[in-house]
């Protein structure tokens, strides 16, 4: 009779070493990043031997999909679905950006240790591809519907990431101002006002 209790205490021990790992990874990619971050890092700020991380984890790919899962499950990103709702295209956009403006300023420095890792890590490229990318690409989707041809070009330009750091931490332009001065920009760029 003690045994299935046993079973279970260790499996929910396991998953709390589990989680564990994933929480200190997920804070070293947001403040190092994923390629400067290391096993022992991991380990150490999670409290447990490397052993027990390599038991986990026994690679980085695992790591890195396990934490970015979880990112994505603690602050899901916007649902561009919610926005075809609006029938004028000028308010969809605002809304779009507002969206995903607003999950930027949340995740700052994570988006800027990830995407700035992406760029010379394969693998962290690879999961960038893999957990935002079809997100952005859903939500351009929805955007440029209603927009002239040369308006969705922009578009890709002003909701990404880069483009919101240069209004918002660069410039000191508050969130509702940023939306709107990235709005205009692609709004304009078709010619339409």
């Known amino acids: 009779m003690a045994r299935p209790y046993t079973m279970k205490a260790r499996a929910e021990k396991q998953a709390e070493t589990r989680r564990r790992i994933v929480d200190a990874a997920v804070e070293l990619h947001g403040t190092v990043g994923p390629a400067r971050t290391t096993a022992s890092m991991v380990a150490e700020r999670a409290g447990v031997q490397r052993h027990t991380y390599y038991a986990h984890f026994p690679d980085e790919r695992s790591l890195l999909l396990a934490c970015s899962g979880a990112h994505a499950e603690r602050d899901p990103p916007p649902d561009p679905e919610t926005w075809r709702e609006i029938d004028d295209s000028r308010e969809r956009l605002r809304a779009g950006l507002s969206g995903i403006f607003a999950g930027y300023a949340r995740n700052a420095e994570m988006f800027a ?81």
């Open 113 to 193: 240790c990830v995407l700035r890792d992406a760029e010379q890590d394969p693998l962290v490229r690879e999961i960038v591809e893999m957990r935002i990318a079809p997100g952005l690409a859903a939500s351009h989707a929805v955007l440029t519907e209603g927009l002239d041809d040369d308006q969705p070009a922009l578009l890709q330009v002003m909701m990404g990431f880069h483009a919101w750091r240069t209004l918002a931490q660069d410039c000191g332009v508050d969130a509702a101002k940023a939306v709107e001065l990235a709005a205009t920009a692609v709004e304009c760029g078709g010619g339409r006002r």
